[in-house]
């Protein structure tokens, strides 16, 4: 026999028990008729077919992804799938939220909130950074001030200096969103 053929197995399973060489008993099956055993497996097209209606199914229970919502960040449940390339498609923001001023007198303390348009998980990272003396979105020139998980992100600082601090939601390596406001004197 050699390669497993379906209908070849058939026609010797059902030759086998009409001729008596096998019984039921022998088969391990009960009272069962030769069509349940002996019967081929349901065509390939059948099959195929019944796999599709029910992940039609699975797909008809699944909510709907939010819209992107601009003008930045990594936005995961905004992430959809798309069928003509077969892959998931993120929105196509920059990670880096625009600069936004701040203004603050001298002696005067500043509550600065790393907020971004869309929905984040409530236990993420939030990493404030400060770059002295400069306006610049260059990570490389900022050193870490604080980092803490949950919200709300926010960052007081007291009789700050100019210079520019930086937010990061998520981890370096995952990061969401950075929100980058530069601060200047009054």
């Not at 905004?78 to 993120?90: I, N, P, S």
């Not at 005067?108 to 939030?126: K, N, S, Y």
């Not at 520019?164 to 929100?179: K, Q, V, W």
């Amino acid at each position: 026999m050699g390669i497993w053929d379906p209908d070849e197995l058939h026609r010797e399973c059902v030759g086998l028990v009409g001729a008596g060489v096998l019984t039921w008993g022998q088969l391990g099956v009960g009272t069962l008729s030769d069509v349940d055993i002996c019967e081929p497996p349901e065509p390939f097209e059948v099959s195929l077919q019944e796999a599709i209606q029910m992940i039609w199914v699975k797909l008809g229970q699944l909510e709907q992804a939010p819209a992107c919502i601009p003008p930045c960040g990594h936005q995961p449940a905004a992430r959809v799938f798309q069928c003509a390339t077969c892959r998931l498609v993120d929105c196509q923001f920059p990670v880096d939220c625009p600069v936004q001023d701040v203004w603050v007198h001298e002696d005067e303390a500043i509550t600065l909130h790393c907020d971004v348009p869309f929905a984040v998980p409530p236990e993420l990272q939030v990493t404030w950074m400060f770059a002295k003396d400069i306006r610049t979105q260059d990570l490389a020139l900022f050193e870490e001030l604080q980092r803490g998980i949950g919200e709300p992100p926010s960052l007081t600082v007291q009789d700050p200096t100019l210079g520019t601090i930086a937010c990061r939601l998520g981890a370096a390596s995952e990061t969401l969103a950075r929100n980058v406001g530069g601060k200047r004197g009054g």
